[in-house]
């Protein structure tokens, strides 16, 4: 039976998550620190999420790995997955830039993702830092979509023009979850896109240039939005295996919605 692992913090994703996982049977465990009691460490099936700092730490005391997406994939996706032009360099020569740019670091929240100058760039940082760097683009609409053996298991709305869609439910049209499952779908069935067994991806809506992705995340310590908890709970279950099998491309035709908000 699986244990799921929470970390301290309490938030409306964990609470979500929790609830299903009492649904389905699931043990759970919130912790009240960085370290795992004793008689929790020889659980046979640990399941974990939590936040960047906190989880890894867990994973590693639980016999587990939690891994990111590699920092160079948005930049080594296809092009017509993206819709806009990105590299990856330092933050030293990102900073001498004088257009505005868009610029990340790939897999943390060291400084918040935003446009910037290069002089408006944090001071704080090293110039060896690794960032992505491209081109600024509006985003009309953003989804997000768990994965798992490359189909999609549930989605969710989460912005539209830049605005949280916490106050409406994280609701979307028919229409629009159509046009998700179709692009999503075309992506997930590309075998030039790597991809691990778990992973989240959130694609949307450039203005001017229509679908793309907008970037990969770790499935551990993503926010569900309004994605169904137990299709969520069922990458999860997952993410910390170093089995990483071939499966053929397939995606599911009907999504798993749910009414739980992050």
């Known amino acids: 039976m699986p244990t799921l692992f929470f970390t301290p913090r309490y938030t409306e994703d964990s609470q979500a998550l929790w609830k299903a996982a009492a649904s389905l049977g699931w043990k759970t465990e919130r912790l009240t620190s960085w370290r795992v009691p004793d008689h929790l460490k020889a659980v046979e099936d640990p399941v974990i999420y939590g936040e960047a700092m906190f989880a890894p730490a867990l994973a590693e005391q639980l016999g587990r790995v939690l891994r990111n997406p590699p920092d ?61 760097v491209s081109e600024v683009v509006r985003w009309e609409r953003e989804f997000r979509c768990f994965i798992l053996d490359r189909q999609l298991q549930t989605f969710s709305i989460y912005s539209r023009h830049g605005e949280l869609q916490r106050d409406q439910k994280f609701a979307s049209e028919p229409c629009e979850d159509e046009e998700v499952r179709a692009f999503v779908c075309k992506m997930l069935a590309d075998q030039r896109v790597e991809l691990p067994t778990t992973t989240v991806i959130d694609v949307g809506t450039i203005q001017g240039k229509g679908w793309a992705c907008v970037e990969q995340n770790a499935a551990w310590g993503a926010g569900i939005y309004g994605c169904d908890p137990a299709a969520v709970l069922r990458v999860l279950q997952r993410t910390s295996s170093d089995a990483d099998p071939s499966h053929q491309p397939t995606c599911y035709t009907a999504q798993a919605r749910g009414a739980k908000a992050q």
Request: no cysteine; aromatic share 12%.
């Open 72 to 132: 160079d994939w948005l930049v080594r996706l296809p092009y017509e997955y993206k819709q806009r032009n990105i590299r990856m360099t330092t933050l030293g020569e990102a900073r001498i830039a004088t257009e505005p740019a868009f610029v990340k670091p790939p897999n943390d929240k060291s400084f918040p993702a935003d446009v910037y100058r290069g002089s408006e760039l944090p001071a704080e940082f090293e110039d060896t830092m690794t960032v992505l």
